[in-house]
C-alpha cells in the first residue's frame, strides 16, 4: 500500500474515532452548537472515504481507455467533499434557527466541553499531518481533506470559547448563534475546496513559479537546439505534464536531436519526478524568435 493510500485510510479512522467524541460531548450537553461540531465531523468521514477512493482509482496504471492516466480522480474527490461540506452547512443552519427560535439552557457542559476539546487536539494534529504529507505527496485530495478539516479545527475552537461563554453568563442564546457562525464558516470553506479543485479539472497551468523553473531548466540544458516555443503545462493529481517545440537546426541528425531532448527530459523530472513531458522537434525555418531561447 502506497504512503497515500496509508494517509487515506489513517483519515478514516481518525474520523470515526473524533466523530464518536464529538457525538459523545453533544449528547451529554444538548448543546446545538456542539451539535453542528459533531455534523461537520460526519462530513470528515465521508470525504475521508471519497478521498481513499479516488486516491485508488488516481494511481491506476494508464490504460487504452485513459492513456492519460486517471490521475483527475483526485479533483472529483475535492470537487464531492466541496459539495458535502457545503451541504453540512446547510443543515447546521436549519438546526440552528430551529434553536434561536427555542433556545435551552446546556447541560452538563464541563465534561462534554472537556471531550470536545480532546476531539479538537485530536483532529489539529492530524490536520498538520494530512496538509504536510499532501504536499510532499502532490496529493490534491489529501490537502483538500487537511484543508477542510484545519476549518473545523478552528470552528471547534470557537464553538468551545462560546458554549462556555453561554453557560458563563446564562445566556442560552448564544448556542444558537454560534452554532450559525460555524455554519457560515463551513459553507465558506466548501466553496473553497470546490473552487481550487475545478481549477485542476479545467487545466489550469502549473504556478508561476514552477513555469519558471520549467523554462529555465529547458533554456539551460537545451544546448545544441535553438529555441522552444508553445510551452504549454497543466497538472492533475502528482501528475504535471509538460509539452512544447523544440528547434533546432535543419542539420541537426536525429540521434542529436533525440540525445537533446534527453537532456531536457531528465532534467525536467529530476525537479518534477512525476512530470510527463512531450516535446516535438523542428527544424529551423519554424522558429517563432519567442518563447524560450536555449543559452
Not at 527530459?265 to 536555449?294: F, N, Y
Request: aromatic share 4%.
Amino acid at each position: 500500500m502506497s504512503s497515500t493510500l496509508k494517509i487515506a485510510v489513517g483519515s478514516i479512522l481518525i474520523g470515526l474515532v473524533v466523530l464518536a467524541m464529538k457525538t459523545l460531548a453533544w449528547r451529554l450537553t444538548g448543546s446545538v452548537a456542539l451539535m453542528s461540531d459533531a455534523l461537520e465531523s460526519i462530513v470528515n468521514v465521508a470525504t475521508a472515504v471519497a478521498a481513499l477512493v479516488a486516491i485508488r482509482v488516481a494511481q491506476r496504471p494508464a490504460d487504452q481507455g485513459h492513456p492519460y492516466g486517471h490521475h483527475k480522480a483526485e479533483f472529483f474527490s475535492a470537487v464531492l467533499e466541496g459539495v458535502l461540506i457545503i451541504s453540512a452547512a446547510l443543515l447546521i443552519l436549519r438546526e440552528a434557527w430551529y434553536a434561536y427560535q427555542n433556545p435551552r439552557m446546556i447541560e452538563a457542559a464541563g465534561l462534554g466541553l472537556a471531550i470536545n476539546a480532546l476531539a479538537g487536539v485530536v483532529n489539529a494534529i492530524w490536520c498538520s499531518v494530512l496538509i504536510r504529507q499532501g504536499r510532499r505527496l502532490r496529493s490534491p485530495a489529501l490537502v483538500a481533506d487537511g484543508k477542510h478539516l484545519l476549518t473545523d479545527v478552528i470552528s471547534s475552537a470557537g464553538v468551545l470559547l462560546g458554549v462556555g461563554l453561554a453557560v458563563t453568563t446564562g445566556w442560552a442564546i448564544l448556542d444558537p448563534v454560534l452554532a450559525m457562525l460555524v455554519g457560515v464558516n463551513i459553507l465558506w470553506s466548501g466553496w473553497r475546496v470546490m473552487a481550487s479543485s475545478l481549477s485542476g479539472l479545467m487545466d489550469e497551468a502549473v504556478p508561476d513559479a514552477t513555469l519558471s523553473a520549467i523554462r529555465e531548466i529547458i533554456s539551460d540544458r537545451g544546448t545544441g537546439a535553438l529555441e522552444a516555443h508553445d510551452l504549454r503545462t497543466r497538472h492533475a493529481g502528482a501528475v504535471t505534464f509538460i509539452d512544447f517545440h523544440l528547434v533546432v537546426d535543419g542539420q541537426t541528425t536525429v540521434a542529436d536531436a533525440h540525445a537533446i531532448c534527453d537532456r531536457i527530459e531528465a532534467s525536467l523530472k529530476a525537479r518534477l519526478p512525476d512530470a510527463q513531458i512531450t516535446i516535438h522537434v523542428e527544424p529551423e525555418h519554424k522558429a517563432k524568435h519567442s518563447g524560450v531561447l536555449v543559452i
